[in-house]
């Protein structure tokens, strides 16, 4: 099961953005990445297109690895670690290490 998973909100430990925070869009396990709202931008050059008349450069959100992320726990605002407690149908469910709310 994924420490982090899509909708988490997560906090960068390492690197340009860190300390900043923001919305996971897509997880992609196999690779240890993520992606997340706003953080890490790349800037982007677009061809021009029907939808996009003038082109020009945008800026997009790039992978991060997995490594640098950490939850934020929704309950006591903190950046958390996760762990697992058993569930009630007997299947895993996260906690925060912290506060032990569900996350
Ligand atoms: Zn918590």
């Known amino acids: 099961m994924a420490r982090i998973k899509k909708g988490d909100t997560v906090v ?4 340009k953005d860190r300390g900043k925070s923001g919305k996971v869009l897509a997880v992609w396990p196999q ?3 993520a992606l997340v709202e706003r ?3 790349r800037k982007h050059f677009e061809r021009r297109t029907q939808q996009n ?3 020009g450069v945008i800026e997009r ?11 934020l726990c929704a309950k006591c605002r903190k950046p ?3 762990g697992w407690s058993s569930a009630e ?3 895993k469910q996260r906690i ?8």
């Open 12 to 15: 960068v430990l390492s690197g």
């Open 53 to 55: 008349p003038a082109g």
């Open 96 to 103: 925060c290490r912290k506060c032990k709310e569900r996350v």
């Open 39 to 41: 953080l890490n931008l």
């Open 31 to 33: 690779r240890d990445q």
């Open 61 to 71: 959100e790039g992978a991060i690895a997995l490594s640098k992320l950490t939850v």
């Open 89 to 91: 149908d007997g299947g």
């Open 80 to 82: 958390t670690r996760v």
